[in-house]
T-cell receptor
Framework: KAGVTQTPRYLIKTRGQQVTLSCSPISGHRSVSWYQQTPGQGLQFLFE???????NKGNFPGRFSGRQFSNSRSEMNVSTLELGDSALYLC????????????FGPGTRLTVL | GENVEQHPSTLSVQEGDSAVIKCTYSDSASNYFPWYKQELGKGPQLIIDIRSNVGEKKDQRIAVTLNKTAKHFSLHITETQPEDSAVYFC????????????FGKGTMLLVSP
């Protein structure tokens, strides 16, 4: 079974631009969660989608948004990029029932200049 | 919300030694505790997990123990090998209707030959 895939793997943007990241979950998984990883803050939860609905949201500004499609693929969008948005963005998929195991993709490395 | 503390932040051992990483959590409702290993340039990979109805779980050289009364859990790696060198993260989750992991800050394990 194929693992979680994320595209693109690397991205360079400038301040003020917007960016869209994509995540394809493991086949059969209906939940996709997004995390931001930085050296200073570690792994922080952004939001979780299940069956095209956002079920939970972390403590991030409204510039961070996401969506999930009927095939469970998910995208996250960051508008008006700031230097502090530079990070590794990870998505994880699971079956979606409470404490099911989450499997992570390789991440998208975003650099904001 | 949940808070997970992880110690130590770095750990250096000689090949063949044992390594222990400890985590404490704050939310007594948490009942699922996974451990992830992250190698450079890759996403976190699940190595072992434990649920609150179990006190200890072992998988070859890796074991995890859980003390619900004290709200702490530990990862034990025996007979360490250079390929065990990586960053290890503990996390906690609970039955809340959605899938959200709260992570510790990570431990960089260095195994010297």
């Amino acid at each position: 079974k194929a693992g979680v895939t994320q595209t693109p793997r690397y991205l360079i943007k400038t301040r003020g631009q917007q960016v869209t990241l994509s995540c394809s979950p493991i086949s059969g998984h209906r939940s996709v969660s997004w995390y931001q990883q930085t050296p200073g803050q570690g792994l922080q939860f952004l939001f979780e989608y299940f069956s095209e609905t956002q079920r939970n949201k972390g403590n991030f500004p409204g510039r961070f948004s996401g969506r999930q499609f009927s095939n469970s693929r998910s995208e996250m969008n960051v508008s008006t990029l700031e230097l502090g948005d530079s990070a590794l963005y990870l998505c994880a998929s699971s079956l979606g029932h409470n404490t099911d195991t989450q499997y992570f993709g390789p991440g998208t490395r975003l650099t904001v200049l | 919300g949940e808070n997970v503390e992880q110690h130590p932040s770095t750990l250096s051992v000689q090949e063949g030694d044992s390594a222990v990483i400890k985590c404490t959590y704050s939310d007594s409702a948490s009942n699922y505790f996974p451990w992830y290993k992250q190698e450079l340039g890759k996403g976190p990979q699940l190595i072992i997990d434990i649920r609150s109805n179990v006190g200890e779980k072992k998988d070859q050289r890796i074991a995890v123990t859980l003390n619900k009364t004290a709200k702490h859990f530990s990862l034990h790696i025996t007979e360490t090998q250079p390929e065990d060198s990586a960053v290890y993260f503990c996390a906690a989750s609970k039955n809340s209707g959605y899938s959200t992991l709260t992570f510790g800050k990570g431990t960089m394990l260095l195994v010297s030959p």
